[in-house]
């Protein structure tokens, strides 16, 4: 598609409603792909998550974001809630690594978790800049980020079996005590605001150390220590819904997580993203009879029939 295609697909004299229309058609035709993309996801050996408030009409809501290396679900209007993170990720299905936040309706629901890192230090470093005068509050941060940096480097050590990734896991586990320990007293006792945040910091540190969520990276190195991809992916609709641009119905909500999930997950998989790539892409699906993204569910669920009989 050349650039005077283009000029002329963004000024085709169209209504509202017939805009409205194309839209309600292009994602019942996508609704396919976009349960596709929802198993997949579903599948995947790690899943990035994040979500963030949304609106629709006057009600609030959530926005969740999805993510494995070559997919993503978005999925507007939801609620942050297990039933809606059970259809999201059932748990007879997924059996992978969930990279996210300590949120509570995150906890205890997967095998294996990753707590992200990010969450973690930007709570330590805010006690940094609130109370720059009580200086173990910096002394905090400056040794929970050298734990952290002593876990990147045990997770890019190729040298590493996993016999010595569980022993470099074991020997970080005892640098969180290391780094809390000298400020027990505070922990222990809190008598300020800012010395009872400090001390739920430390205690949420000590509970994921017990649960086996804060070096699964290390484990496991091709996961990331946080899920700051999928908090990438929110940024955008964080902005539409800041000036409110979000969804007046429940219809409006699902036909956007339909078309963006599929837009967003193309864009992954090609080399270019453009216009002319798009419908390149889509137009190649009705040729085919099935998209990439039904073809790769098809290889998914061929390969773990193979791996049950095997």
């Not at 509202?16 to 976009?34: E, P």
């Not at 480097?153 to 005590?177: C, F, K, M, P």
Request: proline letters at 4%.
């Amino acid at each position: 598609m050349c650039s005077s295609d283009l000029r002329f697909f963004l000024g085709l004299p169209i209504e509202k409603s017939q805009a409205d229309a194309l839209l309600n058609q292009l994602a019942r035709h996508w609704q396919a792909d976009f349960d596709a993309l929802c198993e997949l996801v579903a599948l995947a050996a790690v899943v990035y998550l994040d979500e963030t408030s949304w609106k629709i009409h006057t009600d609030n809501c959530s926005l969740w974001a999805l993510q494995s290396p070559l997919h993503t679900v978005l999925k507007f209007g939801c609620r942050k809630d297990d039933a809606t993170l059970d259809k999201l990720l059932p748990p007879d299905v997924f059996a992978g690594i969930a990279v996210s936040d300590d949120a509570a309706v995150y906890r205890g629901r997967f095998t294996q978790a990753q707590k992200c890192w990010a969450h973690l230090l930007r709570k330590a470093i805010q006690f940094t800049l609130l109370y720059p005068e009580k200086r173990h509050y910096i002394t905090f941060l400056d040794d929970l980020l050298t734990v952290y940096r002593e876990a990147k480097s045990a997770q890019q050590d190729g040298r590493l079996s996993d016999a010595g990734r569980q022993r470099a896991v074991e020997r970080l586990e005892t640098r969180i005590w290391d780094v809390a320990a000298p400020h027990q007293k505070i922990w222990e006792s809190p008598s300020t605001p800012d010395e009872r945040d400090f001390a739920n910091l430390v205690q949420e540190l000590f509970r994921l150390v017990a649960t086996n969520e804060l070096f699964t990276f290390v484990r496991h190195p091709e996961v990331e220590p946080t899920n700051n991809v999928s908090e990438r992916e929110l940024r955008g609709p964080a902005l539409c819904r800041k000036t409110g641009r979000t969804n007046k119905t429940p219809r409006g909500a699902h036909r956007q997580s339909v078309i963006t999930s599929v837009l967003r997950t193309v864009q992954k998989q090609l080399p270019s993203f453009t216009l002319s790539d798009v419908v390149s892409e889509v137009l190649s699906w009705s040729q085919r009879g099935l998209s990439r993204f039904r073809e790769q569910l098809l290889a998914a669920r061929a390969a773990l029939k193979l791996a049950d009989t095997g």
